[in-house]
């Protein structure tokens, strides 16, 4: 089959500021939590979500293995040109977009409009997914655990707040915007990440219960009644510096896991009992349902202190770095279900290939 990948790429300048700043500082050892917010949240994470080219380079040839043909197109602002000029039969999609809140809705709304057949969710499911509240909003009327939540995008002076909390940005990815400092105790701490992220990241914050328990993830595959929930992973966040907060930050994503010091910060399959994984795997499939995914998805999940699985959030485009030493958590869960790279994304083109029923023209 003719496949065009969509994608964004990381720029040049961007990944060596970033393997400058990572070489002047070993970050395993770098133990003083201050100092590291502080040069943390130097560093740039505006193209965090984006792709770099070995990433891109790794779906072309996992493709091509499987004998179809593979145009590449950028989402930059001649992706509608140069997307119909590749004369796809389907479209393997990965591009998150640069602007506004929708722009992981962007390319696929292209698409349908063009009438393509693409990989992954439809424009309004990856619109709501990427706003975490709307995403929220729907699970809790299907009545699928997750955190009790506001919005605010100025400082607030509500009384009787229980704490802790947790702040994010509304609508990011990748642990854009989520440092250390992101879990608050007291008002004073809330309003300043709340004045943080507005201004670094132009949005209203997402204010939830702080949940306290274990934290996985879960790679899923396929569609309606066809869906495969791939091994569970455990986020172990024990394995984090111990004078660090017990959460996926960004310092912790970026720094202290990297390809030359990986952090064993992962267990797949997760050591986990039957009854939990019965309970991981149903919210999961409601989950999946309800917000009407397609193919493939990434739902993270932290038990509550009743040891309740909630939604943290839905990824309905998960990063799928190639290299193992990255740690990836789509791809690794893939691996433990004994597929590589190559069979792990020619089954996504696959779920989408049934699913537009290509394979019977
Ligand atoms: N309500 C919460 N309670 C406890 N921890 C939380 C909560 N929300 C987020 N976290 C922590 O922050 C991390 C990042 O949050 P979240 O998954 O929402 O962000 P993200 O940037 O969209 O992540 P991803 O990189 O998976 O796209 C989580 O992995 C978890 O450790
Ligand atoms: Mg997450």
């Given amino acids: 089959?003719?496949?065009?990948?969509?994608?964004?790429?990381?720029?040049?300048?961007?990944?060596?500021?970033?393997?400058?700043?990572?070489?002047?500082?070993?970050?395993?050892?770098?133990?003083n939590k201050n100092l590291l917010n502080n040069y943390a949240e130097r560093i740039d994470d505006t193209f965090a979500e984006w792709d770099s080219f070995e990433t891109i380079d790794a779906i072309r040839n996992a493709l091509e293995n499987r004998s179809h043909e593979v145009t590449l197109v950028e989402a930059d602002i001649n992706v509608c040109e140069n997307l119909k000029a590749s004369e796809p039969d389907i479209v393997f999609n990965v591009a998150e977009g640069f602007w506004g809140q929708s722009r992981e809705s962007q390319v696929p709304a292209i698409l349908e409009m063009l009438n393509i057949p693409f990989t992954g969710s439809d424009s309004i499911t990856i619109g709501i997914?990427?706003?975490?509240?709307?995403?929220?909003?729907?699970?809790?009327?299907?009545?699928?655990p997750n955190a009790d939540f506001f919005i605010a995008d100025t400082p607030v002076e509500k009384k009787n707040l229980k704490f802790p909390k947790f702040v994010k940005p509304l609508h990011e990815g990748s642990s854009?915007?989520?440092?250390?400092?992101?879990?608050?105790?007291?008002?004073?701490?809330?309003?300043?990440?709340?004045?943080?992220?507005?201004?670094?990241?132009?949005?209203?914050?997402?204010?939830?219960?702080?949940?306290?328990?274990?934290?996985?993830?879960?790679?899923?595959?396929?569609?309606?009644?066809?869906?495969?929930?791939?091994?569970?992973?455990?986020?172990?966040?024990?394995?984090?510096?111990?004078?660090?907060?017990?959460?996926?930050?960004?310092?912790?994503?970026?720094?202290?896991?990297?390809?030359?010091?990986?952090?064993?910060?992962?267990?797949?399959?997760?050591?986990?009992?039957?009854?939990?994984?019965?309970?991981?795997?149903?919210v999961c499939m409601s989950t999946f349902k309800s917000l009407q995914l397609r193919d493939w998805a990434r739902i993270d999940l932290r038990l509550d202190k009743n040891n309740i699985p909630n939604v943290l959030e839905v990824n309905p485009l998960p990063g799928i770095l190639p290299d193992p030493r990255d740690n990836s958590c789509y791809p690794k869960a893939a691996r433990t279900a004994g597929m590589n790279y190559e069979a792990m994304i020619n089954a996504v083109l696959n779920e989408a290939i049934k699913r537009y029923k290509l394979n019977e023209n």
């Avoid at 994608?7 to 050892?29: A, P, V």
């Avoid at 993830?217 to 455990?234: Q, R, S, W, Y």
């Fill in 176 to 282: 854009k915007g989520i440092y250390n400092s992101s879990i608050v105790y007291n008002l004073e701490q809330l309003n300043s990440e709340i004045d943080r992220i507005k201004s670094n990241y132009n949005q209203p914050s997402l204010i939830e219960d702080f949940l306290e328990g274990r934290e996985f993830t879960v790679a899923m595959l396929g569609n309606n009644d066809n869906v495969k929930i791939l091994p569970i992973i455990e986020v172990k966040l024990d394995s984090i510096p111990q004078d660090f907060p017990n959460i996926y930050s960004y310092e912790v994503k970026w720094f202290f896991d990297t390809r030359e010091n990986q952090l064993d910060i992962f267990e797949c399959p997760a050591k986990i009992d039957s009854s939990l994984k019965e309970r991981i795997e149903k």
């Fill in 1 to 31: 089959m003719r496949v065009t990948v969509t994608y964004n790429i990381k720029k040049e300048e961007n990944l060596t500021n970033l393997s400058n700043f990572k070489n002047r500082h070993n970050f395993k050892h770098f133990i």
């Fill in 129 to 144: 997914c990427h706003n975490k509240a709307r995403c929220k909003e729907i699970l809790s009327y299907y009545k699928i």
